[in-house]
């Protein structure tokens, strides 16, 4: 069973761009969650979505979106870019119920310069 | 304020020695989960506790669930260098709805 896929895994961008990063959950898996983790805030929780809709949503501004396609594969969109948001994007692909247990693809290392 | 609170921050060891980290906080949680990431790297899942009082082996891991189900801790006996990682608790907060959070987590080197 192939496990979660992101890419692109580095991406370098210029502030005020905007950057796409693309995350394949696990085959049959219909929640994908997008986090972003800095060395000082830690994992930070950003949205969630199941079945196409977004279903959680963290404290971030708008330039931070996403979505999801029907066949479960995800993307998150950060638009107006400010150095601030140069972190490791981490994309998992979860199983539901009460015992969730979310299983991370390798990232995307995002640097604004 | 951390829902999920890990102690120490950092850990800095030999190569032999044991060492135990912590996850606590004041909520109850229906399961909680132990992953490890190493550098660059996405978090990789160890464990799931879900009933309280249990303890589960992973080789030279052992994780306890606190018998309210408000805190956890993994123990590992005789580091090695490949423990080396950061390590991080996960749980559902209460009415949480699939929206799992994470502890800071706790970064261990081993030294050989």
């Known amino acids: 069973k192939a496990g979660v896929t992101q890419t692109p895994r580095y991406l370098i961008k210029t502030r005020g761009q905007q950057v796409t990063l693309s995350c394949s959950p696990i085959s049959g898996h219909r929640s994908v969650s997008w986090y972003q983790q800095t060395p000082g805030q830690g994992l930070q929780f950003l949205f969630e979505y199941f079945s196409e809709t977004q279903r959680n949503k963290g404290n971030f501004p708008g330039r931070f979106s996403g979505r999801q396609f029907s066949n479960s594969r995800s993307e998150m969109n950060v638009s107006t870019l400010e150095l601030g948001d140069s972190a490791l994007y981490l994309c998992a692909s979860k199983t539901q119920g009460t015992n969730t247990e979310a299983f991370f693809g390798q990232g995307t290392r995002l640097t604004v310069v | ?112």
Do not use: M
Not at chain 2, 24 to 33: G, H
Not at chain 2, 54 to 60: A, C, S, T
């Open chain 2, 1 to 112: 304020t951390q829902l999920l609170e890990q102690s120490p921050q950092f850990l800095s060891i030999q190569e032999g020695e044991n060492l135990t980290v912590y996850c606590n906080s004041s909520s109850v949680f229906s399961s909680l989960q132990w992953y490890r990431q190493e550098p660059g790297e996405g978090p990789v899942l160890l464990v799931t506790v879900v009933t309280g009082g249990e303890v589960k082996k992973l080789k030279r891991l052992t994780f306890q669930f606190g018998d309210a189900r408000k805190d956890s801790s993994l123990h590992i006996t005789a580091a090695q260098p490949g423990d080396t990682g950061l390590y991080l608790c996960a749980a559902l907060p209460p009415g949480g709805y699939n929206k799992l959070i994470f502890g800071a987590g706790t970064r261990l080197a081993v030294h050989p």
